[in-house]
């Protein structure tokens, strides 16, 4: 499913949506691709959030799913924080990073404090490629926390969305199920 502008134009499909019950607002990933996800069933009344990550970790959350820092693969491999991010050691007062987050906004998710872009060279066009990957879940409605964002940014980061509402947060992983990755290219 491609939301670049020219797809998302044609299709005259809204920019918001309403889905789950609550009903909450889902903003369409606009500009960047998805590529579906195989699912056991779809879910009627959970929401939509994003994660944005790392190309280097894809492989391992289509594997294992999302977790939270602290806790352990099946394979052994232990989740920690991301570097550069708050952790034990450096964290507001109370903030609890032992948490799997993610956001209603591609906007905030696709920031590239979350969604940090891949450099690669493609020797068979000669092409110098950039990208950023995030995730697409549904999430269950009364599983997670709502918060204001954590990045530097005293502007409104998605017009649709108050700051205030941009940081979702559960230590259930259950509660998500990853339906979509998303790409998008510089
Ligand atoms: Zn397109």
């Not at 991010?85 to 948490?99: L, R, S, V």
């Not at 987050?101 to 068979?124: C, H, M, Q, T, V």
């Not at 259930?172 to 199920?177: G, L, P, R, T």
Request: proline residues 5%; positive net charge; charged residues 30%.
């Amino acid at each position: 499913m491609c939301y670049c502008k020219n797809c998302h134009t044609h299709r005259r499909d809204n920019e918001v949506y309403q889905r789950g019950s609550p009903a909450k607002d889902y903003v369409l990933p606009l500009g960047w691709a998805r590529i579906p996800l195989r699912v056991a069933d779809v879910p009627s009344k959970h929401h939509i959030a994003f994660h944005g990550t790392d190309s280097e970790y894809v492989k391992s959350i289509l594997k294992y799913g999302l977790r939270k820092p602290g806790d352990k693969t099946p394979d052994g491999e232990l989740i920690e924080e991301r570097r550069g991010h708050f952790n034990d050691d450096m964290k507001p007062e109370g903030f609890d990073t032992k948490q799997i987050f993610l956001s209603p906004s591609i906007i905030y998710s696709g920031n590239r404090a979350y969604a940090n872009i891949k450099e690669w060279y493609d020797k068979e066009s000669g092409t110098k490629n950039k990208a950023r990957v995030a995730f697409q879940a549904w999430i269950r409605p009364g599983s997670y926390d709502v918060n204001h964002h954590t990045i530097s940014a005293d502007y409104q980061i998605d017009k649709h969305i108050p700051n205030s509402e941009l940081e979702w947060s559960t230590k259930d992983k259950s509660a998500i199920i990853l339906y979509g990755l998303l790409i998008i290219l510089e």
